[in-house]
Nanobody, 125 residues
Framework: QVQLVESGGGLVQPGGSLRLSCAAS????????IGWLRQAPGKEREGVSC????????YYADSVKGRFTISRDRAKNTVHLQMNNLKPEDTAVYYC??????????????????WGQGTQVTVSS
């Protein structure tokens, strides 16, 4: 059974950092484009970042460029999202999502195939 499990969320002050992890079982993440989406209360889900399979090219939403970094740990079948200089508007549930494609669609792992359960990130003073 395919399972994606996110971890690393929590409460952090503005300007702080968090490192999210997405651990997979039942699927090898490095064969597919994979990324992170987030959903804030009352808002639609939005793309955050995506990393391709073929060459690990990375893509980011404008709102997180220069602050977030997505990466793969192929040995551990895990994807990470390093989030620095967090802002209150980053508050959301963050989801790890894999695509059936090796390529990202912009900064979104479209079309989505598997989703994690999400991890809450709250940025507040």
């Amino acid at each position: 059974q395919v399972q994606l499990v996110e971890s690393g969320g929590g409460l952090v002050q503005p300007g702080g950092s968090l490192r999210l992890s997405c651990a997979a079982s039942g699927v090898t993440l490095d064969y597919y484009a994979i990324g992170w989406l987030r959903q804030a209360p009352g808002k639609e889900r939005e793309g955050v970042s995506c990393i391709s399979s073929t060459d690990d090219s990375t893509y980011y939403a404008d709102s997180v460029k220069g602050r977030f970094t997505i990466s793969r740990d192929r040995a551990k079948n895990t994807v990470h999202l390093q989030m620095n200089n967090l802002k209150p508007e980053d508050t959301a549930v963050y989801y790890c999502v894999t695509s059936h494609s090796i390529y990202c669609s912009g900064y979104v792992p479209n079309p989505p195939r598997y989703w994690g359960q999400g991890t809450q990130v709250t940025v507040s003073s």
